[in-house]
Each structure stands twice: as C-alpha cells, then as structure tokens.
C-alpha cells in the first residue's frame, strides 16, 4: 500500500509541474518581461508596469479625460521593436479604442487627453505569434504615443 502512495505521490509531482511548464503564453510573457526590463535598463529609462506586462512611461499628463474602451480617439504614434527598427507612424483618426491591439486597448486608457508617453507591449498584448510585415512573430512593440483627442 506504501509503494502505491508513492507512485501516486511521484507521478502527481510530475503531471503537475508540466502542466506549469507546458503554459507557452506564460513562458512568452515572461521572456518578453526580461527583454523589456533589460530594454529600459541599457536606455536608462524608469517604467510602470501593469498586471498583463504592459510598460509604459507617461511624459506628459494630459489636461483632458482618460479614455475608455468605447471613446473615439485620435493619437499621434511611432511604433518601433526593441532593436529600433521603425514598423509603422502616423495618426489614427477617430477610431474607438476597442478596435486596437490589446496593448493600445490597455495603455491609452492610462493617458489623459492630451498626454504623452511611451508603451511597451508584450508580444501577447500585440500580435503574438503571429508575423506581420516589419514585425517578427513574438515581438515586444514600443510605442511613443500622443493622444491628442478623445470623445467619450
């Protein structure tokens, strides 16, 4: 009877510690976590971070409303990989914000109308495994913003 607890024992040790391991999304997050932080340090640069990974630098407070999921918004952006490679910039013209990337989704809304600031977007939050021209699969996105209008 003792012999056959163990092997229960040993063998559920074993299922549930792969289980943790066999979490990709998980493992991606926190590489790209390390990668950020490792990103922010060489730059000399000091971050907030969220719950989901998300970084971001507001340099500029704003005068105006947070944004919500369902506001318009208008945002002067450059988006660019850690490397500095630039993959897209412009403005995006009153769209609501729930049409974005989950990053934008999350991190405009800590801006004020009006406010500045940079976002560092996990892969997860941007679009993951998933290659897009200029943009490998798994790349943390950098985005300066500026968010010049909101209409709630």
Sequence with gaps: MMK????????????????EEDDPAAEQLKKDIELIEEY????????????????YIIEEEGIGDYPTLNS?????????????????EGIVNDYPLYVFI???????????????????IPSGLGYGSV???DIPANSVLIFDVDLINVVN
Excluded: R
């Design 131 to 133: 290659s897009k021209p």
């Design 4 to 19: 056959k607890l163990f092997f229960l024992l040993v063998i559920s040790v074993f299922v549930f510690a792969a289980c």
């Design 102 to 120: 989950e990053g934008w989704q999350e991190g405009i809304q800590l801006f004020k109308e009006e406010g500045k600031g940079i976002l560092f």
């Design 72 to 88: 318009i918004v208008k945002v002067n952006y450059k988006g660019y990989l850690l490397n500095g490679d630039v993959f897209d």
């Design 40 to 55: 922010l340090l060489d730059s000399g640069l000091v971050a907030e971070s969220t719950a989901s990974g998300l970084h």
